[in-house]
């Protein structure tokens, strides 16, 4: 069974930065789509980045675009997520997620909180 696990969560100031990290035990991240998503308190889960498991085909959502940049680091097995000039609005639990089985993310990390303070 694969698990995921996030790590890089952590309190920063607005302006700052955090790198968020996804792993997959028994399994590289690098073979498969991976995203990241986030759902803050009280609002729905929404899309923040996806990377494609083959070639460098990324996706941003409009309020990360510019800021984040996700990216695969295939020695370690690892997909991360840089996030610059963090804002209060993105405070929120990040996951991440494969496409493991099926063509949609059915797998899907813990998450990992993250809080940014004005």
């Known amino acids: 069974q694969v698990q995921l696990i996030e790590s890089g969560g952590g309190l920063a100031r607005s302006g700052g930065s955090l790198r968020l990290s996804c792993v997959a035990s028994g399994r590289t991240c690098s073979r498969y789509d991976t995203a990241w998503f986030r759902q803050a308190p009280g609002k729905e889960r929404e899309f923040v980045s996806s990377i494609h498991w083959n070639v460098e085909i990324t996706y941003y959502a409009d309020s990360v675009k510019g800021r984040f940049t996700i990216s695969r680091d295939d020695p370690k097995n690892k997909v991360d997520l840089q996030m610059n000039s963090l804002e209060p609005d993105d405070t929120a639990v990040y996951y991440c997620?494969?496409?493991?089985?099926?063509?949609?993310?059915?797998?899907w990390g813990q998450g990992t909180q993250v809080t940014v303070s004005a």
């Open positions: 997620a494969i496409k493991l089985r099926t063509s949609d993310y059915d797998t």
